[in-house]
């Protein structure tokens, strides 16, 4: 009888524990957790552009890279230089003051491999499931360069004589528009067993159209004969619009999550 009722106890409180610890909800380790997001693998790509700041026309520039579906993503890119930025302007370019760069770019890619970069043993982590390695991409670029150009011009002028000269100030205005067929590598740098930091590099060939526009308004009717200094933007070509082929090149360093 005392064994009966000592095995009716032990069952009893084996149960009562077991229910007790079936109650309690599973809290996963950090560890197990961050493993977990790497599995599912990163969606959005935050990367800086390096070597636009030391373009002639330097900006700093940042881009978002939305990881869609399949292999494809979105890329958007912008770029902001002031006039204090610029380190290859020289100070009669600066004088007249108003300098400023924007830039911006939209980029579809297509990426060519599985895109599974994992971290065998000893690791054993998982650091992206999503689209990376090799891509083609298709992108449109966009700069703007507001600045004035200073000159002299004639005033009063009549059968090409004019009675007086007088210096001006006027807003000049370079657009950029171009297109690029790229082909590009992005990868994740091997710092840690979860790094996140990648880098990318790429190039492209296109066509790029400039576009030089003057603030006529601001300059008066009878003015005669003009001398012009544009802040160096057509480097000795008299030209308000060219087309040319282009070449796009550079890397990118981003950070994936």
Known sequence: MIRFHLLLVAGLLTGFVTSALAQVPYVASADTLRIRSLERGPHWVVSVA??????????LTVGVERLLAGRHSLLAEVGYGPRALNMWRSSRFNESGGWETWRGRAEWRIYLGSGRHMRRPPFNRVVAVKPMGRYVAF?????QVNSFETGT?????EDGTCQYYQRFRSPVQKS????HVKLGHQRFLDLSADSRLLIDVYIGLGFRQRTISHDEESI????GQRWVSS???TNGLNLDYLVTPNISTGFRIGYAF
Not at 50 to 59: C, G, K, S, Y
Not at 176 to 179: E, K, N
């Open 220 to 223: 008066p009717d009878d003015a």
């Open 231 to 233: 802040g160096g933007f």
């Open 153 to 157: 011009m004639g005033r009063a002028c």
């Open 139 to 143: 992108d449109l670029f966009y700069k």
């Open 50 to 59: 390096p070597l636009a700041f030391f373009d002639l026309e330097n900006t």
């Open 176 to 179: 950029v528009w171009a297109g």
